[in-house]
C-alpha cells in the first residue's frame, strides 16, 4: 500500500482522536447498533477510538477490526480489553489485500480512513466484494472546508488550508465529506444516504469549546505546523497567527463551526 499517512502515529495524535472520539460519540454513533449476530467489519480502526463505541453500541454483534498498522491494532486491542468489551477481534490488515472470504460480513464500518487515501473508490469496491448482499456500509468522514468561526480570520482559514494542500500531497482528501454520496453511488450501494452532523461550538458549551474546538481540530491543524513552512506552503508569521485565531475562536464571544458527514449505504439484494 503506497497511501501515505498524514496524521503521524505519535503520542499527541493518539490523545487527539482520542479526545475526538469521546466528544462526538453522540453526534456520530448513536443512530449506528448492530442486530444480535451480525458480523461487521471496521476497517482502518487505528487505536479504536470508535471501536469502544461501536463495541458497545451493539453488545451482541461480532466486530472485526483490522487496520494496516500492527502498532495502532495493539493499541485498540488494549483499549478494548480497558473497557471490558469481549465482542471485538483484532487484525493487523491492509483494505487492500483483506484475507476474507467474499459476502462474509453483515456490516461495514469506516470512519475518518477514505480521507487518507488515494483511491478512495477502489477501497470501497472491494470492501463491497465483502459484504452479503442486503448488508450496508457506514462511512463516517469530515470535510475541512467545512470550517468556519467568529471571528473570521483570513490567517486561520490559511492554516485550515495547509492541512488541505498536505493532505493533498500525501494522496489524500480533506474534503472528501461532501464526496461520500457520489462515491456509494459510483461503488454501486443501493439507497446512499448522507446524514451531515454538524459541531456547533460556542462557550455555552465549555466541554466542547476545550475538546473539540482546541483539543481536536485546533491541535490537528497545529500539528503540520513544521510540514506546511517545510513545503512552503505558508509563512510562519501567517501559520501562527492562524493558529492564535483559532484558539481566539474557543474565548467568550467566539463561534466555532465543523461539519461531518455519514453516510449509509446497501449492497443489493439479489432478484
Ligand atoms: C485517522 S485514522 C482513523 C482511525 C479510526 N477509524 C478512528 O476513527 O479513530 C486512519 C486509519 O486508517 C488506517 N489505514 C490507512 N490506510 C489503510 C489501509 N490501506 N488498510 C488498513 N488501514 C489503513 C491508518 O493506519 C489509520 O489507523
Known amino acids: ?146 470550517t468556519y468561526f467568529h471571528p473570521d480570520s483570513e490567517e486561520a482559514s490559511k492554516a485550515v488550508r495547509c492541512l488541505v494542500e498536505l493532505q493533498r500531497a500525501a494522496g489524500g482528501n480533506a474534503l472528501i465529506g461532501r464526496q461520500l454520496y457520489p462515491l456509494l453511488v459510483e461503488a454501486s450501494f443501493d439507497a446512499a444516504h448522507v446524514a451531515p452532523r454538524m459541531v456547533y461550538v460556542d462557550s455555552s458549551k465549555p466541554e466542547l469549546v476545550e475538546s473539540f474546538t482546541k483539543k481536536t481540530f485546533t491541535a490537528m491543524i497545529e500539528g503540520v505546523r513544521e510540514s506546511a513552512i517545510e513545503a512552503g506552503i505558508v509563512q510562519a508569521e501567517v501559520f501562527d497567527a492562524g493558529i492564535r485565531a483559532l484558539y481566539r475562536t474557543a474565548e467568550a464571544d467566539g463561534v466555532f463551526c465543523y461539519t461531518f458527514f455519514k453516510a449509509v449505504g446497501e449492497k443489493a439484494r439479489r432478484a
Open 1 to 146: 500500500m503506497n497511501d501515505v499517512y498524514v496524521h503521524g502515529y505519535d503520542s499527541r495524535e493518539r490523545a487527539r482522536l482520542h479526545d475526538q472520539a469521546g466528544t462526538l460519540v453522540d453526534l456520530l454513533h448513536a443512530d449506528t447498533s448492530y442486530p444480535e449476530g451480525s458480523v461487521v467489519l471496521e476497517a482502518g480502526c487505528g487505536i479504536g477510538a470508535q471501536t469502544v463505541t461501536l463495541a458497545r453500541n451493539s453488545p451482541y454483534a461480532r466486530i472485526l477490526s483490522v487496520d494496516i498498522s500492527a502498532e495502532s491494532v495493539a493499541d485498540a486491542k488494549a483499549r478494548v480489553n480497558a473497557a471490558g468489551l469481549t465482542n471485538v477481534q483484532f487484525q493487523q490488515a491492509d483494505i487492500f489485500a483483506l484475507p476474507f472470504a467474499p459476502e462474509s460480513f453483515d456490516h461495514l464500518f469506516i470512519c475518518f480512513v477514505l480521507e487518507h487515501l488515494a483511491r478512495p473508490d477502489a477501497a470501497l469496491h472491494v470492501l463491497k466484494s465483502l459484504l452479503r448482499p442486503g448488508g450496508t456500509i457506514t462511512v463516517i468522514e469530515g470535510d475541512h472546508g467545512s
